[in-house]
T-cell receptor, first 116, second 114 residues
Framework: AQKVTQAQTEISVVEKEDVTLDCVYE???????LFWYKQPPSGELVFLIR??????QNEISGRYSWNFQKSTSSFNFTITASQVVDSAVYFC?????????????FGTGTRLLVSP | DTAVSQTPKYLVTQMGNDKSIKCEQN?????MYWYKQDSKKFLKIMFS???????INETVPNRFSPKSPDKAHLNLHINSLELGDSAVYFC?????????????FGQGTRLTVV
């Protein structure tokens, strides 16, 4: 069965610190997709990144970077030089397209608090 | 210009009532979803429709009935509301066919049953 574990319930950092949000997943499929979503205090869910299981290249987008390691079933998310606006709940999610349609299985989220 | 829009944003109602939440997407996607986020922020899929056809139904009480009049709309009707139905309900859409793409979410509807 699919499962996504975000062991860090809440992380508090001071602005400009780097922070890594952990995500560990379980799946029996060889083809799957991993996602990160951000939920700011305003409540909407904002897509950050999608990764398929065949692409283990790390990705960097501005201050955000993602480290995908199939060997450890992890897809960690690092924010460099954090800012107050990064304060949000971050969700990691997994999708197995074996039915041809997407069903996102979410982790329980990590609340990031960035203080000035 | 909102890609996925839900109405209403807030809904407060009494136990036993019937209510509907509407969702519309203007992205041209052919798949739409309803997700439920509980008070602990846990997100779980409820339904998925592809081209107006029900694809995923995740053991949701039959008091919940999704309706898709066309592929741009997916409404959620809830009968005989219970206190435990209080949650934030998110509509989402994605374009299927081949690779899995990201889902775009609406702003959410906060339902409070009193």
């Amino acid at each position: 069965a699919q499962k996504v574990t975000q062991a860090q319930t809440e992380i508090s950092v001071v602005e400009k610190e780097d922070v890594t949000l952990d995500c560990v997943y379980e799946t029996r499929d060889t083809t799957y997709y991993l996602f990160w979503y951000k939920q700011p205090p305003s409540g909407e869910l904002v897509f950050l990144i999608r990764r398929n299981s065949f692409d283990e290249q790390n990705e960097i987008s501005g201050r955000y970077s993602w480290n995908f390691q199939k060997s450890t079933s992890s897809f960690n998310f690092t924010i460099t030089a954090s800012q107050v606006v990064d304060s949000a709940v971050y969700f990691c999610a997994l999708s197995e397209p074996n039915t041809g349609f997407q069903k996102l299985v979410f982790g329980t989220g990590t609340r990031l608090l960035v203080s000035p | 210009d909102t890609a996925v829009s839900q109405t209403p944003k807030y809904l407060v109602t009494q136990m036993g009532n019937d209510k509907s939440i509407k969702c519309e997407q203007n992205l041209g996607h052919d798949t739409m979803y309803w997700y439920k986020q509980d008070s602990k922020k846990f997100l779980k899929i409820m339904f998925s429709y592809n081209n107006k056809e029900l694809i995923i139904n995740e053991t949701v009480p039959n008091r919940f009935s999704p309706k898709s009049p066309d592929k741009a709309h997916l409404n959620l009707h809830i009968n005989s509301l219970e206190l435990g139905d209080s949650a934030v309900y998110f509509c989402a859409s994605s374009q299927e066919g081949g690779a899995v793409t990201e889902a775009f979410f609406g702003q959410g509807t906060r339902l409070t049953v009193v």
